[in-house]
């Protein structure tokens, strides 16, 4: 008897101190007929914070029909709506729901009490998560009265920070984020138990994370972090460590997020299935900028399993395999079903950079158009967060880079670097010096070019970040780069020369150039060079190739009068010379060959080229062509254009 007395003694002087695994390893040791309500209740929370939830509800379930048997009502609604939390973690609404209308009716004839505040606490959580702000700001204000009323500082400071999230969310940023800052000094100087403790953190970095205020969010995990290695405590560190992962992730620090992310994801399986899934989508944007495709697919697939829509991480993924088209179809349906403005900002810069890659100029061009709005309507002071304000201008450098303006994609890209820098976020900015390299060489600056895409080599080699540093070893002609390349001839052209004449054949050659350029433009490809008698072009897909081929071949059917065109198509490693757009290579040379083999107004592609993008289009049976210069046959296909 004296030996259970002292393990009593251990454990209710455990939970005092909030040492959790110890009070859980004392009360583990008493038999249950020796434990009150009020043990019962504590044994569940340290359950609870001990990472065994099962038996945290279990403890709970038992303290409440304990409480409910010796008419304790207060404390009967106090473990239903601690249950409700539980199940609803768990995804399980139905027994969630069930616990929470029991706690309702247990406190509606009883005097207002920190129960209460907890009742209204959960009905304003429930109007922000189904995006009633409005309704949910009126709520916390409710709540935050009630705690003042009945002397309950937890009560008031979830209220104010509940109505921060809804305040940011709804777009009065500065006045959400002052409260979120009020709400978690109180946090910082404990004058907090550890439930609220925890849920304040998260909601303050989620809000400074969701408009881009990576410094507030920053400070505020250094916090949290403090509060967790401090605290004798699994669940909340597992939230703690995956807000940890993402500012590591944003500063470079890849292996050590991904080790923060895949901890995150094992403390939290069994607490809430919402965070365990951001945990693994955040995993997955670990390993696709590392270049390991094969695992980010399977972490983007275990967040869907969990709960999580995998995108737009998983259509970007789909964009770096090649596969242009999945990458279309996934961000478009993801947008097409998303309203929440802060959930369409974190897509949209996918989708511009998805729709150039297609030759989507036009939808890019929308899709930055409401980005830029809707970075607009979170401003923070009257000023873009940095991270946002790079977001925007890298999007609008993408375009102009696509609509050939050099000048204004530099200064776009270099705006870019610069918000970037100031973030504190290597792998981003060096993304901006590469496309400003890009841009720089364009417009004829070879040195400046050159420098730009040198430094964002060097990043990309620390970071990890495999495919940007091949991109960048490609475009300073170190590494072939995998392009699809197109040739177009007029067939016949010294004859049509001599039948109409300098003066008529330069106004038919005018027109033809001009319609084939508009249509490699629109798709996104880029003029090498101009043949005299027709245009060396290259894409970064094959599709867009195709489309541009078959835009070509319809636009010149379209006119009165337009000489027959042929078109080869053919994808293939080649080297840029001398760091200038152009490219050379045996696989630029077997796209030329394909195309001098095409018969008048016929559209050639090799068949390598249309493997996962041939059922879009058209085609003939395959033929074998031996083209000069190429050993062997080549399997070719007639694309169908009409």
């Avoid at 729709?355 to 309507?377: C, H, M, N, P, W």
Wanted: charged share 25%; net charge negative; proline share 2%.
């Amino acid at each position: 008897m004296s030996q259970v007395v002292e393990s009593l003694d251990v454990a209710r002087e455990a939970i005092a101190r909030f040492a959790w695994r110890q009070a859980y390893e004392a009360y583990s040791s008493v038999d249950r007929k020796d434990l009150t309500p009020e043990d019962l209740e504590s044994f569940g929370d340290a359950a609870w914070w001990s990472g065994k939830l099962d038996d945290a509800i279990k403890q709970r379930e038992r303290s409440y029909a304990g409480f409910s048997a010796a008419g304790d009502t207060s404390s009967a609604a106090r473990l239903a709506l601690a249950l409700s939390w539980d199940y609803e973690g768990r995804a399980s609404y139905a027994v969630s729901q069930g616990w929470f209308a029991t706690a309702e009716r247990l406190l509606e004839a009883l005097p207002e009490s920190a129960e209460h505040g907890r009742l209204l606490l959960t009905r304003s959580l429930a109007a922000l998560f189904e995006g009633n702000l409005p309704e949910s700001i009126q709520q916390f204000d409710g709540t935050y009265e009630l705690g003042r009323r009945i002397g309950d500082r937890d009560t008031q400071v979830l209220a104010l920070a509940g109505k921060a999230r809804a305040l940011v969310m709804s777009g009065e940023v500065e006045r959400g984020l002052a409260l979120h800052d009020e709400a978690s000094a109180a946090a910082v100087c404990g004058e907090l138990r550890p439930f609220a403790t925890g849920i304040v953190y998260c909601m303050a970095i989620s809000s400074c994370q969701d408009v881009g205020d990576f410094r507030r969010a920053a400070e505020w995990t250094e916090a949290a972090n403090r509060w967790c290695d401090e605290a004798d405590v699994s669940g909340f560190p597992g939230t703690c460590r995956l807000h940890r992962a993402e500012i590591m992730r944003l500063r470079g620090d890849w292996p050590a997020a991904e080790l923060q992310a895949v901890a995150a994801c094992e403390e939290l399986s069994d607490f809430d299935r919402g965070i365990t899934a951001g945990g693994h989508y955040e995993i997955g944007e670990i390993r696709r900028r590392r270049g390991d495709f094969a695992g980010a697919e399977e972490a983007y697939s275990t967040a869907n399993e969990w709960g999580r829509n995998p995108q737009p991480g998983l259509a970007l993924l789909r964009l770096s395999e090649g596969k242009v088209d999945n990458a279309v179809a996934g961000i478009t349906h993801f947008l097409q079903d998303v309203e929440a403005p802060l959930m369409r900002l974190r897509a949209l810069p996918a989708l511009v950079e998805i729709a150039i890659a297609a030759g989507d100029v036009k939808t890019a061009r929308a899709a930055a158009q409401e980005l830029e709005q809707v970075v607009d309507s979170y401003k923070i002071g009257q000023r873009r967060a940095p991270a946002f304000d790079a977001t925007v201008h890298l999007a609008t450098g993408r375009i102009k880079l696509s609509e050939k303006d050099w000048d204004g994609a530099a200064q776009g890209f270099r705006l870019a670097r610069e918000e970037w820098q100031r973030v504190g976020a290597p792998y981003e900015t060096a993304q901006a010096r590469m496309l400003l390299g890009v841009a720089l060489r364009r417009r004829g600056d070879e040195q400046g070019g050159t420098v730009e895409l040198e430094g964002a080599l060097a990043a990309f080699a620390r970071l990890g970040a495999k495919l940007d540093e091949e991109r960048a070893n490609e475009l300073l002609g170190r590494l072939e780069a995998r392009r699809t390349f197109l040739f177009t001839d007029i067939v016949d052209s010294t004859r049509l020369l001599s039948t109409f004449g300098d003066d008529k054949w330069k106004k038919l050659l005018a027109r033809h150039d001009a319609l084939v350029r508009e249509q490699i433009a629109e798709t996104g490809g880029e003029v090498i060079k101009n043949t005299g008698d027709g245009f060396f072009a290259s894409f970064g897909n094959p599709r867009a190739a195709l489309e541009a081929a078959i835009g070509i071949q319809r636009a010149l059917d379209g006119e009165v009068f337009a000489p027959d065109v042929r078109i080869g198509v053919h994808t293939g490693g080649a080297f840029q010379a001398g760091g200038s757009s152009d490219y050379g290579g045996q696989e630029v040379h077997v796209a030329a060959r394909i195309g001098a083999a095409a018969g008048a107004a016929e559209i050639l592609v090799s068949a390598e080229t249309l493997e996962g993008v041939g059922g879009a289009f058209r085609l003939s049976e395959p033929r074998a062509e031996s083209l000069k210069g190429v050993e062997g046959p080549v399997d070719v296909v007639s694309v169908d254009w009409r």
